[in-house]
Each structure stands twice: as C-alpha cells, then as structure tokens.
C-alpha cells in the first residue's frame, strides 16, 4: 500500500500540496507548512505561526480552522526507502481537530474532537488494517471506547497510493466533508 515519491518531489512540491488542502479549512490565507528532517524522516506540519523547531508533541504545531470554535493540527510523516534518499513513502498522515468550547474542555482537556488518519504502512494481519490503510475518523470522546474504531471514508478507491495525486484528490474529498458536515456546523448559538 505504499504511496511513493521521489525525494526531490518531495521537498519541491509537498509544502504547496499541503497548502493546498488545507486552505479550505482555514480562513487563514498566510498558513505556514514547516518541514522537517528528523532521523532522515521528511516531516511536514501546519501552523498560523512558522515553527523554526521540531516539537516533541506536534499536536501543538496550530492553525485556526473555519469555525471560531476549532483549531486544527496536521502532520505528515515520510520515511526514506534507502540511505540515498532517493525515494520516501508516507507513513502516516494526522488531521486532528480541537474544541475550544470551555464545557467541552471540561471534560477533554486536550479538547480533541476529530482525528483523520491515513496510516498506509498498517501490517495487512493487524487487526482493522483494511480501515487503517485507508484515510478514516477518530471520534472523540465516545462511549463504549469507540474513539479506537477506524470509520474508513474511501474503502473503495484502489489506485489512492499510486499517486501523490490520487492521495490528495482524496483528502480534498475527505477535508471538504469535514468542512461542510463538521466545522461549518460548530459556531456559538
């Protein structure tokens, strides 16, 4: 299930893809995506600020999101295949949002509400791989630990990892969803 792509590509084009995906979710029109190379991984976050470090939780790497009431984190992680660099696959990419409503805090400090996950790499034998290996929801809190389920949004595509192309039309879909079903609908009453 792996989404390949060269590293040159990578560090060319990634930073305006992200960009791109994410703008629909912010009225902020100056986010800043920071990249990273940790361990020769290639790391990519949001935030409204630019963040000149790694943090060691980049949950805290921010962007405010359409609704007053929710800001959002976004991390990419990609690992090198080799020692040259030459070629990197995804090994997960986060979408986590957060509610800044204080009775919601009150009962989630953290404030996490909505987490979209895409973990390509899931072993094919781990248990819900076939919803892993695909973008999918946490949602948070639940009852009934449901906020370990992983609700698949694309189950159907087949070719989402053959492109870096394909991976971002689907997390367009999928981003435009959570804009329209979620963000637009949370707002002081």
């Not at 090994?91 to 404030?111: A, M, V």
Request: charge should be negative.
């Amino acid at each position: 299930m792996n989404l390949l792509t060269s590293g040159n590509d990578l560090y060319s084009y990634r930073v305006d893809e992200i960009k791109d995906l994410i703008k629909r979710l912010s009225n902020n029109k100056n986010l800043f995506v920071n990249s990273f190379s940790i361990k020769r991984n290639a790391i990519f976050t949001v935030s409204d600020v630019p963040q000149r470090y790694p943090s060691e939780d980049y949950t805290d790497h921010r962007f405010q999101t359409i609704s007053e009431l929710v800001n959002a984190s976004y991390l990419e992680v990609w690992v090198p295949l080799d020692p040259s660099n030459s070629e990197y696959f995804l090994k997960t990419s986060n979408l986590h949002f957060y509610c800044q409503i204080p009775e919601y805090l009150d009962n989630r400090p953290n404030g996490e509400l909505l987490l979209v996950h895409t973990d390509p790499n899931i072993a094919v034998n781990e248990h819900h791989a076939i919803y892993k290996q695909r973008t999918h929801l946490h949602l948070q809190p639940m009852p009934y630990n449901l906020n370990h389920s992983h609700l698949a949004i694309n189950l159907g595509i087949d070719n989402l990892y053959e492109s870096r192309d394909n991976f971002n039309k689907s997390l367009e879909r999928s981003f435009l969803m959570i804009k329209e079903q979620v963000l637009e609908l949370i707002k002081y009453n």
